[in-house]
């Protein structure tokens, strides 16, 4: 993972992974799975910018009113899929159902922070394994 601070903005590549060998050991009551993975980094990544946001007048569509916790939220999560338009597979959930909206809401209810931040979520990841795919299927056939 490379964090790099980028005028007010933190910048976040976070790596994709390969699953070498990955077994579902079973269900954790919050809805998980616990599992056992054997996991290498590749060279493709995805780009989350992180930016402090005080006003609730963001054009960014907001994630949710309340946290879990109870706190404002104040989270507000835009997506896009870099490339070309023939890449994207779709739309990316910004609300509370995505993975990165609630790392967010779990890190402002420990730390009890009430303020709010703009994240921009840039997929590379699909695109580029789409294109990888008739590598990985040869490379495992």
Not at 61 to 82: F, K, N, Q, Y
Request: hydrophobic share 40%.
């Amino acid at each position: 993972m490379l964090v790099r601070q980028q005028g007010s903005a933190l910048v976040v590549h976070t790596p994709a992974k390969l699953n070498l060998f990955l077994e579902i050991l079973g269900k954790r009551p919050d809805g998980f799975h616990e599992l056992e993975t054997l996991m290498v980094t590749v060279g493709h990544y995805d780009t989350l910018r992180f930016t402090e946001d005080d006003s609730s007048a963001s054009p960014v569509r907001s994630a949710s009113a309340v946290s879990a916790a109870g706190l404002p939220s104040d989270i507000h999560l835009s997506c896009c899929w870099a490339g070309s338009p023939e890449f994207s597979p779709g739309p990316i959930p910004t609300g509370s159902d995505n993975l990165v909206v609630r790392a967010a809401e779990l890190l402002r209810e420990v730390t009890g922070t009430r303020r709010g931040v703009s994240i921009e979520l840039t997929k590379r990841l699909c695109r580029d394994v789409v294109c990888l795919e008739p590598v990985v299927e040869v490379g495992f056939a």
